[in-house]
């Protein structure tokens, strides 16, 4: 398939007048000109977002948690309206509340998601092995992998290795029933996943500890000796320095903070993703950079959390990794992460434009190529820019809209950064299909049917 262009930002920066040949999902060419017989892209083409860091089912309670208790509401009291919420939870909600989070995720420019997936069980509690025949085909992966499918989304499942309640492997509480696997059952689930993962396209598996205060150390080593052995570049994802809670728990058991401990005990590389990573010093943004981990930062989730700012200026002076997830999905556009992102450190420095640097000076386009780097980085996939070998996961804006605020390509990723009114993202490719076109999801209307009977059934 042949398609035109007129600007499309490239990994050395913005071309104009491009032919585009798209075969098996991969770009095969990127030639001067107009082609005969070519489709026409209709607005300015940039690569797809990848979102590092969702926990799918966490959309059907965003907002719900922000009624406010004489400032007491915290990380914590957030997590106690999580469980509640879990024990009704079945196998099929959790596909419908997927597959509405997929397909906003797309709308919104993310090609492919990170599934940090820890809801296991049954809802009493029972790992689907122990059920019956018939339900032991339909596992909660299997649900993930579906909406996935059914969406278009790439999909980099990380199944959730949970086994204590806190440091000290603390007993886990009923609340957790749904996460918790031996070591043998996690890898085993482990496993599952990449059988399932040669069913689907454009899908790979990773594993998630879930945090140090979840798994002890011999846990992350069986899990990571056992996914190494099935795929050597596989993504590994793990909650960390989260909360100053966290830290101070980290500290009184193990004596170092959390990330410390992480850098000391456990063999990091370019595959390690450490989600949040907030409360974090020099040495430990220096060790990160040393492994080549990346830090798959979450900004409207951290503020809507209270969680904390992570020192992204410091971090990326160091040449450090970043990505971007929208983690609970208190919003699941990348524009917004970015913007955050950046105004976080606005406030707390009281300076301006603050993550770009003399070879990148546009922050909205230094920030969107470094996070969507990092993010193909953080999933090992064949995404994150758009070159000949790379796979077709690209958005075209609307031009109309763009026209409105963006009159050079220099700036233009700064407009849909910072000033865009609605959303920019018209069409959006992924693995060299159509799956937003005009702005639409093909399956939309049902998710959103679906999608809201499934609330009033939860909220009853
Ligand atoms: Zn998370």
């Excluded at 009291?77 to 997929?102: C, N, S």
């Excluded at 490719?429 to 009977?453: C, P, R, Y």
């Amino acid at each position: 398939m042949k398609y035109y262009v007129e600007n499309i930002l490239l990994a050395d920066g913005w071309a104009t007048d491009k032919t585009i040949t798209i075969n098996n999902g991969i770009i095969s060419a990127i030639t001067a000109g107009k082609d005969d017989n070519v489709q026409v892209m209709s607005g300015t083409v940039i690569p797809g977002m990848i979102n590092c860091h969702s926990h799918a089912f966490q959309r059907a309670f965003a907002g719900f948690s922000e009624q406010g208790s004489e400032g007491q509401d915290s990380f914590w009291t957030w997590r106690k309206i999580m469980y509640k919420f879990l024990a009704k939870l079945t196998h099929d909600d959790a596909q419908v509340i997927a597959e509405q989070l997929y397909i906003e995720m797309l709308k919104m420019g993310y090609t492919r998601v990170a599934e940090f997936h820890y809801l296991h069980h049954n809802i009493d509690g029972k790992s689907y092995e122990e059920l019956d025949e018939e339900t032991q085909l339909s596992t909660m992966a299997q649900a993930i992998f579906s909406a996935a499918n059914n969406t278009g989304i790439g999909l980099t499942i990380l199944p959730v290795l949970y086994q204590f309640a806190g440091f000290g492997e603390q007993k886990p509480n009923q609340g957790q029933k749904r996460f918790i696997n031996s070591t043998q059952q996690f890898n085993q689930l482990v496993s599952d996943c990449f059988e399932l993962s040669k069913s689907y396209t454009n899908t790979n598996v990773g594993i998630a500890p879930h945090s140090l205060r979840a798994v002890n150390k011999q846990g992350i080593l069986q899990a990571v000796a056992h996914v190494r052995a099935l795929d050597s570049t596989a993504p590994i994802h793990i909650h960390i320095a989260e909360q100053q809670q966290e830290v101070d728990d980290c500290l009184s058991f193990y004596k170092k903070r959390p990330i410390q401990w992480l850098l000391d005990n456990i063999e990091l590389d370019k595959h390690w993703c450490l989600i949040h990573a907030t409360h974090i010093d020099e040495k430990e943004q220096q060790g990160i950079v040393n492994s080549q981990a990346i830090a798959g930062i979450c900004p409207t989730t951290e503020a809507n959390l209270g969680d904390g700012i992570f020192p992204t200026v410091e971090f990326l002076t160091l040449n450090g990794t970043i990505a971007i997830g929208s983690d609970s999905h208190i919003s699941v556009s990348p524009i917004e992460e970015l913007r955050w992102l950046e105004y976080a450190q606005r406030l707390t420095k009281k300076q301006r434009a603050l993550l770009a640097n003399n070879n990148a000076p546009s922050v909205g386009q230094n920030l969107w190529q470094q996070a969507a780097l990092g993010g193909a980085q953080s999933t090992s996939s064949n995404t994150g820019y758009l070159a000949v070998g790379k796979q077709a996961d690209l958005l075209v804006l609307n031009k109309q809209q763009t026209d409105l605020y963006a009159n050079n390509l220099q700036h233009l990723l700064d407009s849909v950064v910072f000033a865009s009114r609605e959303n920019a993202i018209q069409d959006v490719m992924v693995n060299g299909q159509w799956v937003i076109q005009n702005g639409k999801h093909t399956l939309e209307k049902n998710s959103a049917d679906n999608f809201s009977a499934l609330l009033a059934k939860l909220s009853a």
